[in-house]
């Protein structure tokens, strides 16, 4: 016998209604419990680049349900009407993962009221006629198996177009190798940014056009930076990217290494300003960005 066909269809309905409402409250508790985790610099005290990791890895949580806890959870920080609403049921945590890059201080009155009661897919409907020529998320996915792809491009508006194709898993990892590459500038990470600057990369190089363009002139020599400079030697550079193998190398007091593997620093263990020196590797070490500040602030960090 199931443990509850002896309730009635008022006591089945009434508990599952009861059930929803305990979730959501418990959700709502979670998300405020991670902002205020997010402020206080935890998780990159315990040795993450940031809350996503953190919840992903300390967690257990699926990397999309990752993903919209912690942007969820940075929207209630700054809008607290965001988690009053999320609570009573009015805005789904979907709904406030689509509009929270939206908001602001002008916007978020409007769209919250508009967004209650919306699902994702009614939130991107929203969010498209509000903000008709705003770009979509980045997404990959994984492509149904058994039948081709059709690549498309689809035009936003005058000035944007959408992309869309399949590709390996090889292209996956090095699109994804590019990106920690190239963070230093472009730190959102977003793939129009990683796929521009390797078309640009591949044109400078094969398009005669560009070739021909550029003015022909040899390079000023360059000349080595002073051995008292902040300036850390490419040859120091790539000593310390060897040795700490390509990853931050803050270790927190748990004995838990940083994973981050883009965006990485060259830090300086003894401060340049304290006579610390650039020209040795002893001195130099990978931190991602979060750690960085971290020591910038005066943090107790591990060395790797």
Not at 238 to 265: I, K, M, N
Request: hydrophobic fraction near 40%; glycine fraction near 8%; aromatic fraction near 6%.
């Amino acid at each position: 016998m199931a443990p509850h066909s002896g309730l009635t269809d008022d006591a089945l309905d009434a508990r599952l209604k009861e059930l929803a409402a305990t979730e959501r409250n418990a959700q709502a508790e979670q998300l405020a419990l991670l902002a205020e985790f997010d402020v206080r610099g935890l998780p990159e005290a315990a040795g993450y680049p940031g809350l996503y990791d953190y919840c992903v890895k300390d967690l257990g949580l699926s990397e999309g349900a990752a993903y919209e806890r912690v942007r969820a959870a940075r929207a209630t920080t700054r809008w607290p009407q965001v988690a009053e609403d999320f609570r009573a049921g009015k805005l789904s945590l979907a709904a406030v993962c689509v509009l929270a890059p939206l908001l602001n201080d002008d916007t978020a009155e409007e769209l919250l009221a508009e967004a209650r009661g919306l699902g994702r897919r009614e939130a991107e409907e929203l969010a498209a006629s509000l903000y008709p020529t705003a770009d979509g998320e980045d997404a990959v996915e994984p492509a149904p198996t058994g039948r081709r792809e059709r690549e498309r491009i689809r035009a936003l508006s005058a000035e944007r177009v959408q992309f869309a194709f399949t590709g390996s898993t090889e292209l996956r990892r090095d699109i994804e190798r590019a990106r920690g590459l190239l963070w230093h500038k472009d730190p959102s990470g977003r793939l129009e940014a990683v796929v521009g600057a390797l078309a640009d990369f591949y044109l400078d190089r094969e398009d005669p056009d560009r070739r021909l363009g550029r003015a022909v002139r040899a390079p000023a020599a360059e000349r080595p930076a002073p051995a008292n400079s902040r300036l850390v030697p490419q040859e120091v550079k790539d000593e310390v990217w060897l040795r700490d193998g390509g990853r931050c190398a803050y270790v927190s007091p748990e004995g838990r290494r940083c994973e981050a593997g883009a965006g990485l620093e060259y830090d300086h263990i003894v401060p340049w300003v304290f006579g610390g020196r650039s020209d040795s590797a002893v001195n130099i070490r990978l931190l991602c960005r979060m750690h960085n500040k971290a020591a910038a602030r005066g943090a107790e960090l591990g060395e790797g």
